[in-house]
């Protein structure tokens, strides 16, 4: 670890007013100057559903009740049991919770969040959401190259870059994997560091973090909590969640809140919290840590609250189930708080604070302003997802493999077709066979944006990239690794192998379709898959849609026989336009009876000697229309599903 003396915080002046994208100069001034964040009469009201379909019943939940408080520079914690409302507090003074039944004010130096706060400001996650495939420096990379404007040079990137490597330190484990399930990569405590690291790049001088202890053993919790404290020392206001911290955690805070059941027990000066307790009667044992004793007390498990109710109420009142008094005892909590010279004094605070913006609004839910364009962002997302494909040999190099051993496998099962009635089966079978493959192939496709759905959000949400530049980004890298290349791979494999048409336009008409299939069937697999937070589902899905397609393919049943009432069906089918196109590239101009001339002889009309007639008794047009309209219905449902996709992605919810 670096020195106390260590400077993470950049002066601003090597920022060029280019740190903080899209701020004017007034909120600039706000975010150097160390940012006092103020919050009056939070309340968070979300709506529960109970029941089954017409007995469902909705009620009103409330999460948060009329919350007040300060965090100033320095290492703000707030404090309760499960469910008291800690991360739903951190997540609204975030502006990162939904606004639909939030209301109360929050304010930075008395003036309303802007509109980019969620960009400016840090936000650390509970569960760390990183690329395990790229190292730790990649990480900060992309997180730089995203939300640094273009308008500072890689050398300044890369500098900062350095400077909070250096400070977290990092430095030996820089060029180190973060790690998969399938890779070994940094330690816990590492990878809690570089989690911190990618906020840390625009140097916020407001850095919210969600119980950054959450998977860590003691002394790494330790260690990672006094990179923070360092951190506060040096201007910067530390907002964090917090369950159960010991000691020598506890007594970095600099300031407490306590939440129990959404209502605010205690907020103020860490080193105060237990005298005020004392006062309220609960005295806390030698030796016992504070922070398990203000939890013990909120819960009613305390030996100082036992003690108290014997001596207020008698021993009879202790036979009472425990969720019987246990809503008295916050009540009366949150009522002496109230009564308390740290409330007075956190509202006469809070009317000085506000006092200039009293008919503002918060406005940190506006639209965000981006620090880079577009196309940046479409080239640093395709990168990073080229990287991690290629990082993950299971996926890509597996997949390009199986097509290559698959291909040589068909080619030798339909090795060197011949000119014979028997060819016609065994050509009809190799097609069907190489597009249904194409279909069922691309249902790896559902996981692209199910995957990632964690690591997309916190993104997103922090101003990385706009939903168009993901979408585009992340299909570009799946489309041309894991959709085209195989399909050319597998053409190549079995064209030869299989003797078909030796002609040269023949050969690219088959990629070609090949290539339409997998992007039309991935098309499919997104647009189901988007927004999705199980693969199964969407696989099942899948699996079930790709059944009922092959059935109207038209090998296993003759499409002009299908009833009218289901045969518009097949319109939907894309193996059908696979096949057909497939069919009528390889069958047209074909002889299957060997020494016959059919132009001279009527063959019976049973008997099928060209691929004209098996075309024609498929019900496949022999024009040049006959063809290409599938490929136009290909790319038609491809850009159909893709929308489709793209919209399920931009009106996903992405607030908590």
């Not at 180190?176 to 816990?188: A, L, P």
């Not at 990632?452 to 916190?458: A, N, P, Q, R």
């Not at 570009?476 to 894991?482: A, E, G, K, Q």
Request: charged share 15%; proline share 4%; net charge positive.
């Amino acid at each position: 670890m670096s020195s106390s003396n260590d400077q993470v915080f950049i002066p601003m002046s090597q920022r060029k007013n280019n740190g903080l994208p899209g701020m004017t100069a007034n909120n600039l001034k706000m975010f150097t100057e160390g940012a006092v964040l103020s919050f009056r009469d939070i309340c968070y009201r979300v709506q529960v559903k109970s029941g089954f379909l017409l007995g469902s019943k909705t009620a009103q939940k409330e999460i948060l009740m009329n919350v007040n408080g300060i965090m100033r520079p320095g290492l703000n914690a707030i404090l309760g049991p499960t469910g008291g409302g800690k991360s739903s507090l951190l997540d609204i003074l975030a502006a990162r919770k939904d606004p639909q039944g939030l209301s109360g004010d929050v304010l930075i130096n008395g003036a309303p969040r802007p509109a980019n706060f969620k960009c400016n400001s840090g936000y650390v996650v509970q569960d760390d959401v990183l690329m395990g495939t790229l190292t730790v420096r990649e990480n900060l990379q992309f997180s730089a190259a995203l939300r640094l404007p273009t308008t500072m040079t890689n050398h300044e990137k890369n500098e900062r870059i350095n400077i909070v490597i250096q400070e977290l330190g990092l430095t030996e484990v820089a060029d180190s994997k973060v790690g998969t399930q399938f890779i070994r990569g940094v330690s816990g405590g590492e990878r809690k560091r570089t989690s911190i690291g990618m906020e840390l790049i625009t140097d916020p001088s407001i850095l919210f973090l969600d119980e950054p202890t959450t998977g860590l053993d003691s002394s790494t919790a330790n260690a990672v909590l006094l990179l923070l404290k360092r951190m506060s020392k040096q201007g910067r206001t530390i907002i964090l969640s917090i369950h159960q911290p010991r000691y020598s955690i506890f007594k970095l805070f600099d300031s407490l809140t306590l939440l129990a059941s959404g209502r605010l027990v205690f907020h103020g000066p860490a080193h105060e919290a237990l005298g005020y307790f004392a006062s309220a009667g609960y005295h806390c044992e030698p030796y016992n840590n504070p922070a398990d004793f203000f939890l013990d007390v909120i819960n009613g498990d305390s030996s100082a609250v036992v003690l108290t109710r014997e001596i207020e109420v008698g021993k009879a009142k202790e036979t009472e189930e425990p969720s019987k008094r246990d809503k008295p005892l916050i009540d009366k909590l949150a009522e002496f708080y109230i009564n308390s010279t740290f409330f007075k004094k956190i509202n006469t605070e809070l009317d000085q604070l506000s006092e200039v913006q009293k008919k503002k609004k918060s406005d940190g839910f506006e639209e965000i302003i981006y620090a880079t364009s577009f196309c940046h962002q479409v080239r640093w997302i395709s990168r990073r997802s080229f990287k991690n494909l290629l990082g993950n040999p299971q996926t890509s190099i597996a997949q390009i493999m199986v097509t290559l051993f698959l291909g040589l496998v068909i080619g030798a099962i339909f090795y060197d077709l011949k000119n014979d009635p028997r060819g016609i089966q065994n050509r009809a079978g190799v097609l069907f066979f190489l597009t249904t493959n194409q279909c069922f192939s691309s249902v790896s496709s559902v996981e692209l944006f199910v995957v990632e759905k964690k690591l997309f959000m916190h993104e997103y949400i922090s101003g990385y990239y706009r939903v168009s530049s993901y979408f585009f980004g992340k299909l570009l890298s799946d489309f041309l690794l894991m959709r085209m290349l195989p399909s050319i791979i597998f053409t190549c494999t079995t064209y030869f192998l299989l003797g078909l048409k030796p002609v040269v336009e023949a050969f690219f008409i088959m990629m070609l379709t090949l290539i339409m299939v997998a992007y039309s069937s991935s098309s499919m697999a997104l647009a189901i898959a988007a927004g999705q937070s199980v693969v199964s589902i969407a696989t099942l899905l899948m699996t079930i849609s790709f059944v009922f397609m092959m059935i109207f393919s038209g090998l296993l049943v003759n499409l002009t026989t299908v009833v009218p009432w289901l045969s518009w069906l097949q319109y939907f089918s894309i193996p059908r336009y696979g096949y057909t196109a497939l069919q009528h590239n390889e069958f047209l101009g074909q002889n299957f009876c060997p020494g016959l001339n059919v132009t001279a002889n009527n063959t019976c009309s049973f008997a099928i000697c060209t691929g004209e007639e098996f075309l024609i008794n498929q019900g496949i047009d022999l024009s040049s229309w006959g063809l290409w309209k599938n490929h136009v219905a290909l790319a038609c449902m491809t850009v159909i599903f893709l929308t489709i996709a793209y919209l399920k992605l931009l009106f996903l919810k992405k607030f908590s």
